[in-house]
């Protein structure tokens, strides 16, 4: 993959924090994941405003809903996790 060198600016105790986190993969590494992640996430903003216009907003049940199934999914990945001889305790 093809790259480019910039300057950014970013204060100081922000880029020292960073730098501790990054140490292992490097700090260009870091920040590339993280504009990454910052692109992904607004384009889902964006994703989330064009169907809130097309359906309308997302109403309380629907959002306690789809925390309910992601609570779920979580205990699933615990038992899972914890293996074949713990999975009876999870439940």
Same mark, same amino acid.
């Given at each position: 993959?093809?790259?480019?060198?910039?300057?950014?600016?970013?204060?100081?105790?922000? +880029? %020292?924090? *960073?730098?501790?986190?990054?140490? #292992? /993969?490097?700090?260009?590494?870091?920040?590339?994941?993280?504009? /990454?992640?910052?692109?992904?996430?607004? /384009?889902?903003?964006?994703?989330?405003?064009? +169907? %809130?216009?097309?359906?309308?907003?997302?109403?309380?049940?629907? *959002?306690?809903?789809?925390? !309910? %199934?992601?609570? !779920?999914?979580?205990? #699933?990945?615990?038992? /899972?996790?914890?293996?074949?001889?713990?999975?009876? %305790?999870?439940?």
């Amino acid at each position: 993959m093809a790259t480019k060198k910039v300057t950014v600016t970013i204060p100081e105790d922000l +880029l %020292e924090e *960073i730098r501790g986190e990054a140490s #292992e /993969r490097g700090l260009s590494a870091y920040v590339a994941e993280a504009l /990454r992640f910052k692109r992904d996430r607004d /384009r889902l903003v964006e994703l989330v405003d064009w +169907l %809130e216009e097309e359906h309308g907003p997302v109403t309380a049940s629907e *959002i306690a809903a789809a925390r !309910d %199934e992601l609570d !779920d999914l979580d205990a #699933e990945h615990a038992r /899972r996790a914890a293996g074949p001889d713990r999975a009876g %305790e999870a439940a």
